[in-house]
């Protein structure tokens, strides 16, 4: 017996169901769904819902919207940078090579979570203040994404003194 020989057991491979495809088919006309009625429709009911009343239907909280702006971070922590050798760049593709980021989103984000030892150049990522400073403290440097300006550094000129 060879490997070109091999074939499945009789009966093994059974064809799906054609529904609705004439009556000759054995599943035409209603397609195996009966006569008639909700079941038989398109649709149906939501998951969950019995009636209306069904408590957790009635009770479930309303409220709250999507917001399709939302930016979605992948998040390392200064603890998992550990792994990059000592005066190594740190950047997104060197983060998704090394399989700390899948790389998805395309943003990244360092938090201060945990210990850093070794010192690391980090460019092209989103950096938290406590991650900065813990960064800096172990002799890196971070180069932050241009991004929004703060407000706290725009200077007021409004004269309140009405002359």
Known sequence: ??????????????GRKRLGRG???GQGTTAG????GQKAR???AKNGFRGMSSRNQRTAKR???NNIFKRQFEVVNVSRLSAFEEGSTVNPASLSESGIVAGKTGNIKVLGDGDLKVRL?????????G??????DAGGTVESLPGKKS???EETTNDSSGA
Do not use: C, Q
């Not at 017996?1 to 059974?14: K, N, T, Y």
């Open 151 to 153: 407000t706290e550094s």
């Open 33 to 36: 769904k009966g006569t008639k």
């Open 131 to 136: 991650a900065r400073r813990k960064i800096e």
């Open 23 to 25: 009556n000759a088919s």
């Open 63 to 65: 409220r709250g919207f």
């Open 1 to 14: 017996m060879r490997l070109h020989d091999l074939r499945p057991a009789a009966g093994a491979h059974r």
């Open 121 to 129: 150049r980090i460019e092209g990522v989103h950096v938290s203040a």
């Open 42 to 44: 398109s649709g149906g």
